[in-house]
Nanobody
Framework: QVQLVESGGGLVQPGGSLRLSCAASGSIFSINAMGWYRQAPGKQRELVATITNVGSTNYADSVKGRFTISRDNAKKSAYLQMNDLKPEDTAVYYC???????????????WGQGTQVTVSS
C-alpha cells in the first residue's frame, strides 16, 4: 500500500506563515506529480498547487505570490510554504501524489488524511 501523511497545519494569525509537509511511504517505484488541495467548510475541494517530478509548478490564482510548493524526491516528500495567510485560506489541506507502485504499473492517485489550517485573529 501507499500512505501519504501531512503535517504542519495549525492556527495562525492573518499575515502569518505555515509550512506543510507531506511524506509518502509504502510500496513505491516512482512518484509523478504531487499536489496540495484544500477544502473549506461547505465548499468543494480545490487545487492549491502542483509540482511534477522535474519541478514544474502550477498554482491557483488565489495563492500565486504567497504560496510555494516544493518537493524532495529522495525523501518522497512535498512541501507547501504558505506566507501572508488570509482568513479565506482556512481549510483542510490535502496532499496527493500520482504513484507508480511497480515498473510496469500505471500511476494511481493517493490522498493523505488532511491537515487543518485556520487563519484567524
Amino acid at each position: 500500500q501507499v500512505q501519504l501523511v501531512e503535517s504542519g497545519g495549525g492556527l495562525v494569525q492573518p499575515g502569518g506563515s505555515l509550512r506543510l509537509s507531506c511524506a509518502a511511504s509504502g510500496s513505491i517505484f516512482s512518484i509523478n506529480a504531487m499536489g496540495w488541495y484544500r477544502q473549506a467548510p461547505g465548499k468543494q475541494r480545490e487545487l492549491v498547487a502542483t509540482i511534477t517530478n522535474v519541478g514544474s509548478t502550477n498554482y491557483a490564482d488565489s495563492v500565486k505570490g504567497r504560496f510555494t510548493i516544493s518537493r524532495d524526491n529522495a525523501k518522497k516528500s512535498a512541501y507547501l510554504q504558505m506566507n501572508d495567510l488570509k482568513p479565506e485560506d482556512t481549510a483542510v489541506y490535502y496532499c496527493n501524489a500520482d504513484v507508480r507502485r511497480w515498473y510496469y504499473s500505471s500511476p494511481n492517485t493517493y490522498w493523505g488524511q488532511g491537515t487543518q489550517v485556520t487563519v484567524s485573529s
